[in-house]
């Protein structure tokens, strides 16, 4: 069983260079390269061992990512791959070694995601050095065979002398990952800072208590200084001998572990954090707690400074994420000052914040500059976007002659064409039915028919249109077509729907998206008196 063709159904662009106006695809390049030894030199045994191959394929993304553009660009991908895997409550309670699964890319999010994170912890217990003897000798004596975790963990301790049971009992069977809350106080008599550690996760089923090291940071008036725990209990205490007042305490300070942490600090020691935190992390962690701080113009003016400042990008586009959910006129001019960023990954954070400005005219005017004169296509699809948020008078118009326009990957046409669904406004519908139709490329039908399901409701040669897309065998025109009869909530639809899933041709995941579907539909409609 070979898995390099997975991704290769639907093949996006290939273009090996990180270009800053278009997409890359050097990630994807890295992962197909990796599975020539993961995955087909050595080979998972079977599908519940499929992290063998795509948990390694996702960590030399992330390894590649390191070696080209630097362990800042490598360690922001851990920092937003951490936050987004753990906010997903279906994939948390599931083991990556899982036999109890109806699709075999129902729990992709752990076999690749989680996987690769835990190579990376991985990576860090052992050491570079020991972590990459580790693997060639997991390579050479499994060459040519099938493979089980077991096979793994042995090759790690033939080739280390460490042994990784511990490790593997919670990170790799076990489900889930520590959810901490931290807190410390300061005792000025005892110049001694003591520190709470609470895992708040519930422990049951395959969620247990984590043992992990952590190495904490605690800077001074006289420096950083650095504090290597290990966190074991669901309660544990910790005090530090330091030389003064704390001015930072950073936990997991370069974010070597899976987690999440809830940090309880007052705003001037965020504020300290994302000026002075060395690593990339610790500066992300910072612009988002200020992000939660409303009201308070020093955390604005700092997060406004790191968003034009910052050393690294991906803190200008954290800080601007954190202004934009502060929202309010200071927030906003903060924002408008990050336009001018070279990086186009910043402006097009900085322009999707955009959308959600209030009372200001000029806006709508300005996203329009950007979309017809910005060099960076992605800078361009956003003010797309936040034009249809904005819903100036002439945005039907706008986004209209803007699906006319050829880019590459049809990029612009895709972004019109979603903008159109957004913006809302009935005479968007032809030109959606056009670039819905059979023939034209798939990610574009795709986003017409996204937008189709939101516009015009009582037009039944919609939906007559929709369901027969719905016939044609392509998965992904099925789903985007279920989904919209679901938004259109046209009664019409119940029937081939029904069909449908008898066929039994969809999917786990189409099925489920279906059958939610159908309830809706058959749900009778509400008066307009019952409603609230
Ligand atoms: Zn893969």
Request: glycine share 6%; charged share 25%.
């Given at each position: 069983?070979?898995?390099?063709?997975?991704?290769?159904?639907a093949?996006?662009?290939?273009?090996?260079?990180?270009?800053?106006?278009?997409?890359?695809?050097?990630g994807?390049?890295?992962?197909?390269?990796?599975?020539?030894?993961?995955?087909?030199?050595?080979?998972?045994?079977?599908?519940?061992?499929?992290?063998?191959?795509?948990?390694?394929?996702?960590?030399?993304e992330?390894?590649?990512?390191?070696?080209?553009y630097?362990?800042?660009e490598?360690?922001?991908?851990?920092?937003?791959?951490?936050n987004?895997?753990?906010?997903?409550?279906?994939?948390?309670?599931?083991?990556?070694?899982n036999?109890?699964?109806?699709?075999?890319t129902?729990y992709?999010?752990?076999?690749?995601?989680?996987?690769?994170?835990?190579?990376?912890?991985?990576?860090?217990?052992?050491?570079?050095?020991?972590?990459?003897?580790?693997?060639?000798?997991?390579?050479?004596?499994?060459?040519?065979?099938?493979?089980?975790?077991?096979?793994?963990?042995?090759?790690?301790?033939?080739?280390?002398?460490?042994?990784?049971?511990?490790?593997?009992?919670?990170?790799?069977?076990?489900?889930?990952?520590?959810?901490?809350?931290?807190?410390?106080?300061y005792d000025?008599?005892?110049r001694?800072?003591?520190?709470?550690?609470e895992q708040?996760?519930k422990?049951e089923d395959?969620?247990g208590?984590?043992?992990?090291?952590?190495?904490?940071?605690i800077?001074?008036?006289?420096?950083?200084?650095?504090?290597?725990?290990?966190?074991?209990?669901?309660?544990?205490?910790?005090?530090?001998?330091?030389?003064?007042?704390?001015?930072?305490?950073?936990?997991?300070?370069?974010?070597?572990?899976?987690?999440s942490?809830?940090?309880?600090?007052?705003p001037?020691?965020?504020?300290y954090?994302l000026?002075?935190?060395?690593?990339?992390p610790?500066r992300?962690?910072?612009?988002k707690?200020?992000?939660?701080?409303?009201h308070?113009?020093?955390?604005?003016?700092a997060?406004?400074?790191?968003?034009l400042?910052d050393?690294?990008?991906?803190?200008?586009?954290?800080?601007?994420?954190?202004?934009?959910?502060?929202?309010?006129?200071?927030?906003?001019?903060?924002?408008?000052?990050a336009?001018?960023n070279?990086k186009?990954?910043?402006?097009?954070?900085a322009v999707e914040?955009?959308g959600s400005?209030k009372?200001?005219?000029?806006?709508?005017?300005?996203?329009?500059?950007?979309?017809?004169?910005d060099?960076?296509?992605?800078?361009?699809t956003a003010?797309?976007?936040?034009l249809?948020?904005?819903?100036?008078?002439?945005?039907?118009?706008l986004?209209?002659?803007?699906v006319?326009?050829d880019?590459p990957d049809?990029?612009?046409?895709?972004?019109a064409?979603?903008a159109?669904?957004t913006?809302?406004?009935d005479?968007g519908?032809?030109v959606l039915?056009?670039?819905?139709?059979t023939g034209?490329?798939f990610?574009?039908?795709?986003?017409?028919?996204?937008?189709?399901?939101?516009?015009?409701?009582?037009?039944?040669?919609?939906t007559?249109r929709?369901?027969?897309?719905?016939?044609?065998?392509?998965r992904?025109?099925?789903?985007?077509?279920?989904?919209?009869?679901?938004?259109?909530?046209?009664?019409e639809?119940?029937?081939p729907?029904?069909?449908?899933?008898?066929?039994?041709?969809?999917?786990?995941?189409?099925?489920q998206?279906a059958?939610?579907?159908?309830?809706?539909?058959k749900?009778?409609?509400?008066?307009?008196?019952?409603?609230?």
């Amino acid at each position: 069983m070979s898995s390099a063709g997975w991704r290769t159904r639907a093949p996006p662009p290939i273009r090996a260079v990180r270009c800053e106006t278009l997409q890359k695809a050097d990630g994807l390049i890295a992962h197909e390269l990796a599975h020539q030894w993961f995955g087909d030199l050595v080979t998972c045994k079977d599908w519940a061992n499929l992290w063998l191959n795509e948990g390694f394929a996702t960590y030399f993304e992330t390894l590649w990512e390191e070696h080209q553009y630097g362990a800042d660009e490598a360690a922001y991908s851990l920092w937003q791959n951490r936050n987004s895997w753990m906010n997903n409550q279906r994939l948390y309670p599931v083991p990556m070694v899982n036999r109890n699964f109806k699709d075999a890319t129902e729990y992709a999010g752990n076999i690749y995601g989680k996987g690769g994170w835990v190579l990376h912890m991985l990576r860090q217990q052992l050491g570079d050095a020991e972590f990459y003897r580790a693997m060639k000798h997991y390579l050479e004596t499994n060459r040519g065979q099938n493979v089980v975790t077991a096979d793994l963990v042995k090759a790690i301790e033939q080739a280390t002398a460490t042994n990784v049971d511990q490790f593997f009992d919670q990170w790799v069977y076990g489900a889930g990952a520590p959810r901490f809350k931290v807190g410390y106080t300061y005792d000025e008599a005892a110049r001694q800072v003591k520190l709470t550690v609470e895992q708040t996760q519930k422990v049951e089923d395959r969620v247990g208590l984590f043992r992990v090291p952590v190495e904490m940071e605690i800077t001074t008036a006289a420096g950083r200084k650095n504090f290597p725990i290990t966190v074991a209990q669901a309660k544990d205490t910790f005090t530090f001998a330091v030389d003064g007042p704390p001015l930072m305490v950073l936990f997991d300070k370069a974010n070597k572990v899976l987690k999440s942490l809830e940090f309880n600090k007052p705003p001037k020691e965020w504020i300290y954090q994302l000026r002075n935190a060395a690593t990339v992390p610790g500066r992300a962690d910072a612009a988002k707690a200020l992000g939660e701080m409303r009201h308070d113009e020093e955390v604005v003016t700092a997060l406004g400074q790191a968003a034009l400042k910052d050393g690294f990008w991906g803190i200008r586009a954290e800080a601007l994420r954190a202004l934009g959910h502060i929202g309010g006129p200071s927030a906003q001019k903060q924002i408008l000052a990050a336009l001018a960023n070279e990086k186009p990954w910043v402006r097009q954070v900085a322009v999707e914040q955009m959308g959600s400005f209030k009372d200001d005219p000029s806006v709508a005017t300005r996203l329009e500059t950007i979309f017809r004169e910005d060099k960076a296509y992605r800078v361009r699809t956003a003010a797309l976007a936040s034009l249809a948020q904005q819903k100036p008078a002439n945005a039907v118009e706008l986004l209209r002659a803007a699906v006319g326009i050829d880019s590459p990957d049809d990029r612009l046409r895709i972004a019109a064409l979603r903008a159109l669904g957004t913006l809302g406004d009935d005479r968007g519908v032809p030109v959606l039915v056009e670039w819905s139709a059979t023939g034209k490329p798939f990610p574009v039908r795709l986003a017409a028919i996204t937008s189709l399901g939101q516009l015009d409701r009582k037009n039944k040669s919609i939906t007559e249109r929709l369901l027969a897309y719905m016939a044609e065998p392509y998965r992904a025109v099925r789903f985007a077509t279920i989904t919209a009869l679901g938004q259109r909530g046209d009664a019409e639809a119940v029937a081939p729907l029904e069909a449908l899933l008898k066929s039994g041709e969809l999917s786990e995941r189409q099925e489920q998206v279906a059958r939610g579907v159908l309830e809706r539909l058959k749900q009778p409609p509400v008066a307009p008196a019952e409603k609230k």
